[in-house]
């Protein structure tokens, strides 16, 4: 079929090089800087910001914030609306209404999380530039060249609407590209940090050669570490599904045995995304400030017992709460029984919920043990060996799992397409030779 594998491949590479393209504009914005700024004085303070929103804005936007670029908010302006929404959607009726109209209500729900995400972009942007202003860098120099309202104004207007740009970015990445946008976004960001990361390894490796044992032991784990993420992120719990005799418009199906697969981890990334964003914000006023007269405070930094302690029931929580916004065990168990489907031993309707809410909260609970450990465990060992870990828990989560969606989503897409050719083969082959003789 050497024909509909061509059309199959021009659409697949179509939408491989949008993604490619807009990743790239993404990488070039975070290059272009807020007038305003001593470039060698913000770099310096960067370098010392080891833990905070700042990090956590710097590591999302792939190094934005070093830079003070018109990207440094990236995404996080819409991540932190997106927790808003969708706490308030269990205590708002009207939200939780909307989330139950199908497609229409979640648009709905967009546009309120769009709207707020520049509400906050705006603030973010305020609050980053007041806190340079009042900042100096390790050599008492002053990072902002000329401050005042009108340096506040104009960062806040170029950052507000870079984040905006990235959002919309995202989305058409989600739209015509492959996987989705924003946690796209996130992972290049992220993965840009690799070079420099292998680079700190090399560099401990040259100046004190007893720490080549330690630099191997730093890469095993971290590949331990992917095969664990890729193991969980994969697993899932098959439900026997059984379907009776039923009669389908003037045909009689026969009885059928299929299974209903559950994932172990369905909260994904965003559990730790969520719980990370919270706890970082503590730690941003340490990073403006003094934590030496606040011990309490000063626990609240990343590597800290009470920071990981806050961490790991922040990580169950969101685990719960998204699991329960993704699956809907009443509505899976009614959609069951108007198809003459049931899980064998089991009622449908209401058993069949109950039977599926102790699964989900069973793989719930397994899924937040793994996503917590993950993410603590090798912060426990870069303080226990008083060694920096330079690729995080949450990192790896975040690059291992968009990087898979989007492996799937490819397969899916291969899939499409190719039933998309057996179903209208003379359609796919028109098109297949109209690219030829364009070619030619």
Request: net charge positive; aromatic share 10%; proline share 4%.
């Amino acid at each position: 079929m050497p024909q509909g594998s061509g059309w199959t491949e021009n659409v697949l590479v179509k939408r491989l090089l949008f993604t490619l393209l807009a990743l790239l504009v993404f990488r070039f914005g975070v290059h272009i800087p807020v007038p305003g700024i001593d470039a060698k004085e913000l770099a310096l303070f960067a370098s010392q910001q080891g833990a905070g929103l700042l990090k956590i804005f710097n590591m999302f936007s792939g190094g934005a914030l070093s830079h003070f670029s018109i990207f440094s908010l990236a995404v996080m302006p819409y991540i932190s609306a997106s927790i808003i929404i969708q706490l308030m959607t269990v205590v708002v009726p009207s939200l939780e209404q909307m989330q139950k109209e199908g497609g229409v209500g979640r648009q709905k729900i967009t546009r309120i999380t769009r709207s707020l995400s520049v509400l906050l972009a705006l603030v973010q942007a305020y609050l980053l530039s007041a806190g340079l202003e009042a900042s100096r860098g390790p050599n008492g120099g002053m990072i902002v060249l000329d401050p005042g309202l009108s340096f506040r104004l104009m960062s806040c207007v170029l950052m507000a609407a870079g984040s905006c740009f990235v959002m919309w970015l995202g989305e058409q990445i989600t739209d015509k590209g492959i996987g989705n946008g924003i946690s796209l976004l996130i992972f290049a960001g992220i993965v840009a940090y690799l070079p420099s990361s292998a680079n700190t390894i090399i560099e401990m490796v040259k100046q004190n050669s007893g720490a080549l044992l330690g630099a191997l032991g730093i890469v095993a784990f971290a590949l331990l570490l992917v095969f664990a993420v890729t193991f969980f992120e994969q697993s899932y719990r098959k439900v026997p599904i059984h379907y009776a005799k039923r009669l389908v418009g003037k045909r009689v199906m026969s009885a059928q045995a299929t299974h209903l697969p559950l994932k172990v981890n369905m909260a994904g990334i965003m559990a730790a995304i969520f719980a990370s964003t919270i706890l970082a914000v503590p730690a941003t006023f340490l990073s403006f400030g003094s934590a030496a007269g606040n011990v309490w405070l000063a626990d609240f930094l990343p590597g800290h017992w009470l920071y990981n302690a806050v961490f790991v029931v922040l990580g169950m929580f969101f685990s719960f709460f998204y699991a329960s916004i993704v699956f809907k065990s009443d509505d899976v168990a009614e959609n069951l029984k108007k198809q003459n489907a049931y899980i064998p031993g089991v009622r449908p309707g209401s058993e069949t919920a109950e039977a599926l809410d102790t699964v989900v909260t069973r793989l719930t609970f397994a899924g937040a043990i793994y996503m917590n450990l993950i993410v603590v465990v090798p912060s426990l060992i870069g303080s226990a060996f008083s060694q920096q870990m330079t690729f995080g828990g949450t990192s790896l989560l975040i690059v291992v799992g968009v990087g898979l969606e989007a492996i799937r989503q490819v397969r899916a897409q291969l899939a499409t397409q190719k039933y998309d050719f057996l179903i209208f083969p003379s359609q796919s082959r028109d098109t297949t030779t109209a690219n030829n003789d364009t070619r030619l």
